[in-house]
């Protein structure tokens, strides 16, 4: 089992928390399912003593008992940011759904405006680093601007929509 999850649709600072979150007492996996099966996230290993999730898809996979966070992001800017780079905007129907996510919601850009209090948060036994936060604050981490996650991401949003078809039909 994992320490913490942190969701948020694509384009809402998950790889930046992810890196922030990885520090040499803790790890944070960045869309884990894009290379392994649901049932493998507990098997991720490490020797570090905090292990947390930043994920864009996960939610709709199950719901885990874990400490939540999740990042809102107007889906307009989402949208816009999606078009950018290539991608199809977010169905209204997965917009709802991840809306319904439960855990403690804060607007994604306080990953820099308000950093202390996620941490402290998702990580209350670990000191907080302000200079290192500061210092990655400055940094670009944008991983679907990278060319092999632009692929990664369009799966994943197609096995989406493969999922919601599959739940209208059902009923």
């Known amino acids: 089992m994992m320490d913490f999850i942190i969701y948020g649709l694509p384009r809402s600072g998950t790889a930046w928390a992810s890196a922030w979150l990885t520090t040499e007492r803790t790890i944070c996996w960045h869309d884990p399912l894009t290379y392994c099966a649901p049932e493998g996230l507990d098997k991720l290993e490490s020797s570090k003593m905090y292990k947390g999730i ?62 202390e209090d996620i941490w402290h948060y998702l990580l209350p036994k670990v000191p907080f680093d302000e200079e290192r936060t500061e210092q990655l604050a400055k940094m670009r981490i944008v991983k679907a601007d990278r060319p092999d996650s632009v692929p990664k991401l369009t799966h994943a949003m197609k096995l989406v929509e493969r999922m919601k078809h599959e739940q209208h039909a059902q009923g």
């Open 54 to 115: 930043a994920d864009t898809f996960g939610w709709l996979l199950e719901d885990r008992p874990e400490k939540k966070l999740i990042l809102v992001r107007d889906p307009d800017e989402i949208n816009a940011s999606l078009v950018k780079i290539g991608l199809d905007p977010l169905s209204d129907w997965l917009i709802r759904r991840f809306n319904e996510v439960p855990g403690k919601r804060v607007i994604w850009k306080d990953l820099w405006n308000n950093p």
